[in-house]
């Protein structure tokens, strides 16, 4: 069994930055790939990026990519979702997950197994 605590969300004015972090129990979160993904109200929780349990490989949205950086470090049980230039459309409340590397696919919210409880990322405009 692996927790999942997220951190770091809060109220920002469009064209700031936040740093969402991810932080493990357990010893296995280096095993698993880990995602972010995001939920704005009314509205479907929607994939936003993840990365492979190395830390060599990630995928983004489009609509994030230039803007949202997903690291890890392994060795703290700890992954990262630095957010640059937000926009008030990127308001929402942000999940991480973990899934195993190699099952289903890395944008497919069902096929992650462990979820944390949010963080709220609000985007003034």
């Known amino acids: 069994q692996v927790q999942l605590v997220e951190s770091g969300g809060g109220l920002v004015q469009a064209g700031g930055s936040l740093r969402l972090s991810c932080a493990a129990s357990?010893?296995?979160?280096?095993?698993?790939?880990l995602g972010w993904f995001r939920q704005a109200p009314g509205k479907e929780r929607e994939f936003v990026a993840t990365?492979?349990?190395?830390?060599?490989?990630?995928y983004y949205v489009d609509s994030v990519k230039g803007r949202f950086t997903i690291s890890r470090d392994n060795a703290k049980n700890t992954g990262y979702l630095q957010m640059n230039s937000l926009k008030h459309e990127d308001t929402a409340v942000y999940y991480c997950?973990?899934?195993?590397?190699?099952?289903?696919?890395?944008?497919?919210?069902?096929?992650?197994?462990?979820w944390g409880q949010g963080t709220q990322v609000t985007v003034s405009s």
């Open positions: 997950a973990l899934k195993q590397p190699g099952y289903g696919l890395e944008f497919n919210l069902n096929d992650y197994r462990y």
């Open positions: 357990g010893r296995t979160f280096a095993l698993y790939t």
């Open positions: 990365i492979n349990w190395t830390g060599s490989s990630t």
